[in-house]
């Protein structure tokens, strides 16, 4: 969906002018988006597998959830809404924990520049997975990792559960945060 976001200066503050999300990664215009990550009680953390028509990592595990902001929307906002678009669970702003924000470039082979402040939070999943309601557009399937399991892949790269190739110091650093909640 191409929708209107704002644009950043190099610092994370809005410059006053919008642009379509297609023209923003078309010329690599910096922008906001929100990474949520769920975890269990149990210390197991939920992948979302990106949809085969995404067009970056399509078919690859990532956060939770992840959206951009749209122009003049909040941050909470933009969290709230996204959690109940792609996973269809109502959240309350209380529930979010952020932890950090972070300034990711990537230049993708297919011609998108993503320059993104990531607003990350941590949010606990109180209810089973079998009770969240994907949305098929975005997302093929959900799954719970253990922390050990998600440090496994990390380390190793695993070929059978492809990650997206983020700067893996960045999962590292999302599973201290949760290891430090339970």
Known sequence: ?????????????PIGKTALKSEVHQKGYLHA?????????????LFQKRGDTKETFPN??????AGHLMAEET??????????????????APQLHKIDIRK??????????????????????????????????????LCLLSLDKFKYFIIH???DFK??????????FVI???INVL
């Open 104 to 141: 990711s470039i990537n230049i993708h082979p297919n011609g998108i520049k993503d320059c993104e402040f990531q607003n990350v939070f941590l949010c606990k999943l109180d209810i089973a997975l079998d009770k969240l309601n994907k949305q098929d557009e975005e997302v093929d399937d």
């Open 1 to 13: 969906m191409d929708e209107y976001l704002d644009i950043l200066d190099e610092l994370g503050n």
């Open 163 to 172: 990650l997206v190739p983020a700067d893996y110091s960045y999962y590292t």
């Open 75 to 92: 941050i909470i906002n933009a969290a709230i809404r996204e959690v109940d678009e792609e996973i269809g669970l109502t959240i309350k």
């Open 157 to 159: 790269r695993n070929k």
């Open 33 to 45: 988006t929100v990474h949520i990550w769920f975890y269990t009680e149990t210390g197991k953390v």
């Open 60 to 65: 690859y595990w990532d956060v939770s959830v």
């Open 176 to 178: 201290d945060n949760i």
